[in-house]
């Protein structure tokens, strides 16, 4: 039986033995459930929430605003016959009600606005980065899950030959058809096999629990038909696209943006300030007993500092210096963007070529492993051969395994840099 009917009917039992009823995770479900569980999602998307809470403070500052204040107490005041009042126990109480209405702020409330909205579309689209960095995770833990069960199968069916190559060598030792180096070659490569099984134990226990970090739930049952998602034409096409939806960039230039608003809100600072304000007022007792008065005032208030001694300057200063170092992450942010685009589709591009080569030679590889296994049957080559060729088998479908999960977790790696989910 060759290693390839080995793994089948490897997959055929344990598709048995799965429970009746018990139903597949496909790559997508995992994803989702990584969205809703993940804690580094969890605090990107709180920081999103914080921003969007900002830009609600700010655009609040054009509303008017309704504030209501009061006081009271209880004492005794002693006038001393003035106003012909002596001693006399009082409860003075006061209330009063305003209205604001901000009219002119020097556009400071503009500007506060703007930088708001721009922090919330900067954290809007480290959200979307988050998100599609985290696919691309879930994927390679998906696939790391799926490979590391391929080639622990490949692994056990590579010991059963290994055990029934050694079995027949001994044999035919026994009955002086070979020397005793090609037996203890034999027990050799059946030693390496069983060190190659523990290997790929140990590396799927290992990727089991990689899996159930990133997405919170075990890797029982995973559906193995994965289909990538679909990549750019070209590479030109995938640069242009990353330069108009690449979450990184997105946020750099948001980012820009709220900086230049940043520069408004601090020169806002050196104009004047109107609001219109309306107040009704009442007072008991405030001056001596039996005290009342009750009142309504409307005007307009107004604020101008005219000297601040620098801190208005620098302020400014300050916010000029944060636009210069936002303009800079833009720059920095286009370049890594470009570079990591490329890097990325040359990935994308090597891993689909290695996966047919890989496929050819995993084909060739099992073709040349039942000819010598044929050939040593019959006496025609030594117990060696099919050791070397058992070997190679096993190396080139082992790559095969690795390529294919290569070919899906390169294109999320490249999804995550074009745009954000």
Request: charged share 20%; aromatic share 4%.
């Amino acid at each position: 039986m060759s290693t390839v009917r080995a793994v089948l009917v490897l997959t055929l039992l344990a598709s048995v033995a799965a429970p009746w009823g018990a139903s597949a995770m496909t790559l997508p479900e995992a994803i989702a459930l990584a969205r809703r569980s993940n804690a580094d999602l969890a605090q990107t998307r709180a920081r999103s929430d914080v921003a969007s809470a900002r830009l609600a403070q700010a655009r609040a500052g054009r509303l008017p605003s309704l504030i209501l204040s009061g006081e009271g107490a209880g004492g005794t005041t002693d006038l001393g016959g003035f106003f012909g009042f002596g001693q006399s126990d009082v409860s003075p109480r006061a209330a009063s009600l305003q209205l604001r209405q901000p009219l002119f702020t020097g556009g400071g409330v503009s500007a506060a606005i703007a930088r708001a909205g721009e922090g919330e579309a900067a954290a809007r689209a480290e959200l979307g980065g988050a998100t599609s960095l985290l696919s691309a995770q879930v994927a390679a833990a998906y696939v790391g899950v799926l490979s590391a069960q391929d080639l622990l199968a490949l692994s056990r069916a590579q010991l059963v030959q290994m055990d029934t190559i050694t079995a027949q060598a001994k044999l035919r030792f026994k009955g002086g058809e070979i020397p005793r180096t090609e037996l203890d070659q034999a027990v050799a490569r059946q030693a390496e096999s069983r060190a190659a099984l523990a290997r790929a134990e140990g590396q799927l226990a290992r990727s089991r629990a990689h899996f159930s970090s990133v997405v919170g739930a075990e890797p029982d049952g995973l559906e193995t038909v994965i289909v990538p998602p679909a990549t750019p034409a070209s590479l030109d096409e995938a640069i242009a696209m990353a330069s108009q939806s690449s979450p990184m960039l997105l946020a750099a230039e948001a980012a820009e943006r709220a900086a230049q608003a940043g520069v408004r809100y601090a020169r806002a600072e050196r104009l004047p300030s109107l609001a219109l304000t309306a107040t009704a007022s009442t007072a008991r007792d405030q001056f001596f007993p039996g005290y009342r008065a009750d009142g309504v005032t409307v005007g307009v208030q107004g604020r101008w500092t005219l000297f601040s001694g620098g801190a208005v300057s620098g302020r400014v200063d300050e916010a000029n210096a944060e636009l210069r170092r936002a303009q800079a992450g833009v720059d920095a942010a286009r370049a890594q963007v470009r570079e990591a685009v490329i890097g990325a589709w040359g990935d994308v591009v090597t891993a689909r070529a290695v996966m047919l080569a890989a496929t050819d030679q995993a084909s060739a590889a099992t073709s040349a492993l039942d000819s010598v296994r044929n050939e040593v049957r019959v006496g025609q080559k030594p117990v060696l051969d099919l050791l070397d060729a058992e070997r190679e088998a096993l190396a080139a479908q082992s790559a095969l395994v690795a390529t294919r999960g290569e070919v899906t977790v390169s294109a999320y790696r490249l999804e995550a840099l074009l745009r954000g989910q």
